[in-house]
């Protein structure tokens, strides 16, 4: 039996992605107060509902009828272990238990090197925070959430190339496999270090240049961390949680 392609639907989101980013940007530009760089377009927290959206009509495709989906910020909040609340982008339960929740983030430039390291920071803080909470017993009896991080690189050459080093460890070596690795690799590192050390239950990166407004064009780094693959993952979660 073939595998399902969702190709089509990730070019929709990817393109609705650049397109909700790029009118950001000009607006943020032709007001009074423009942000440094491109952090106008990167704080507009919408860039990502083409992404919600896409995982939402899926789900209720395949989740059964109890299955309630929250992509609203304010009804998307749960509670943590290190901290009270977080806000997730996209919450799934049923019958009173956590089925699945999703953060969805980008790496732009045109300081990759900063945005890397908060990006890695981001992601290891709001996993650890949310698995411990649900070994807490936090998400209903007998909750077993599925945990996704989806990460979209800006495809340019600066994130393509080996970047120099910039605050190199002067105590103790770092792991060898950084030394050749582009922004792009280190955030698939991120992604399949963080599933291995079972911080989520699976994560993808993408990479995809601006022109994408009009192709939703995008490149999977490895099959590990396939948007394609998290997607399949996510829907047969949903499906044998839900159903059942």
């Known amino acids: 039996m073939p595998k399902a392609d969702y190709s089509d639907s990730i070019r929709k989101a990817v393109r ?3 397109k909700s980013k790029n ?3 000009k607006k943020n530009q032709a007001g009074q107060r423009v942000d440094q760089g491109r952090r106008g377009a990167a704080t507009a927290g919408k860039n990502f509902t083409g992404f ?5 009509a899926l789900a209720k495709k395949h989740g059964g009828n109890a299955l309630v989906i929250y992509q609203n910020k304010a009804k998307g909040v749960l509670p943590g272990h290190f901290r009270p609340t977080k806000q997730w982008d ?44 649900q070994r807490e017993g ?18 340019e050459d600066k994130s393509r190339c080996v970047p120099k080093r910039g605050n190199p460890s002067i ?6 496999v950084f030394r050749t690795a582009s922004y ?25 240049p601006p022109s994408a407004a009009k192709s939703g064009r995008f490149t999977d780094l490895s099959t590990t961390t396939s948007l394609n693959q998290l997607i399949a993952r996510f829907l047969a979660h949903v499906e044998i949680e839900t159903t059942g």
């Open 16 to 18: 609705s992605y650049w």
């Open 23 to 25: 009118t950001a940007l």
């Open 52 to 56: 919600a959206d896409m995982f939402a």
């Open 90 to 133: 996209l919450v799934l339960i049923d019958k009173g238990r956590l089925i699945a929740t999703l953060e969805f983030k980008a790496l732009g430039g045109p300081s990759f090197g900063n945005n890397a390291n908060n990006r890695c920071e981001e992601a290891l803080g709001s996993g650890i925070d949310l698995s411990v909470a």
């Open 138 to 155: 936090r998400f209903g009896a007998g909750a077993n959430p599925f945990i996704a991080y989806c990460i979209l690189v800006e495809d």
């Open 171 to 176: 105590h103790f070596a770092s792991d060898p």
């Open 184 to 208: 792009q690799e280190r955030m698939r590192i991120l992604c399949e270090r963080m599933v291995q050390e079972r911080i989520y239950t699976a994560a993808a990166v993408v990479a995809s």
